[in-house]
């Protein structure tokens, strides 16, 4: 497969300015959460969605490679993130029941505790970052814009 683009399959300048203000505008917001649940809890953007995706798993637990695709890290990466809220208290490493070589991350009670006393804060951020720069109208339309890109 040849991965350079031949004329035709090249970006206008106006496509290239949609990548880069979708690009910019996911890494501001994302910069400004991780600013306020640092700040005030001492919890990285990357571990609230850890801890997020965990509570809201049946049985506070996912597979490892779920949990990667759900917080889109590397499984390598999750890996290192994960062995971190270990040590933190956050997160236990539970062996998978049916499959001896497989483990579940599960959500500790030091984890919750923690989710909850930082979900107020995320959930403002989302919507002062966010949410609120558009209509309910505009915020319909942007969900089902950027879903046409994951389906």
């Known amino acids: 497969m040849d991965l350079m683009p031949g004329p035709d399959e090249r970006v206008s300048p106006e496509q290239l300015e949609a990548w880069r203000a979708f690009d910019r505008a996911h890494a501001h917001v994302a910069r400004l959460l991780e600013a306020d649940l640092t700040e005030l809890h001492r919890l990285p953007l990357a571990w ?3 801890l997020a995706r965990l509570a809201e798993a049946e049985g506070q637990r996912l597979r490892m490679s779920q949990l990667a695709d ?3 890290l590397s499984p390598s990466g999750l890996t290192r ?3 971190r ?3 933190e208290g956050l997160v236990r490493r539970v062996p998978a029941e049916k499959d001896g070589r497989g483990f579940y991350a599960a959500l500790a009670e030091e984890g919750q505790r923690r989710l909850a006393d930082a ?3 995320h959930q403002r951020g989302v919507r002062d970052y966010m949410v609120e720069r558009f209509s309910p109208d505009e915020l319909a339309q942007l969900t089902a814009f950027l879903n ?3 389906d």
Do not use: G
Request: proline share 0%.
């Open 85 to 87: 809220m270990i040590s």
């Open 48 to 50: 609230y969605e850890v």
């Open 70 to 72: 759900k917080v889109m």
């Open 119 to 121: 979900a107020d804060t």
């Open 148 to 150: 046409r890109i994951i």
């Open 81 to 83: 993130l994960v062995d």
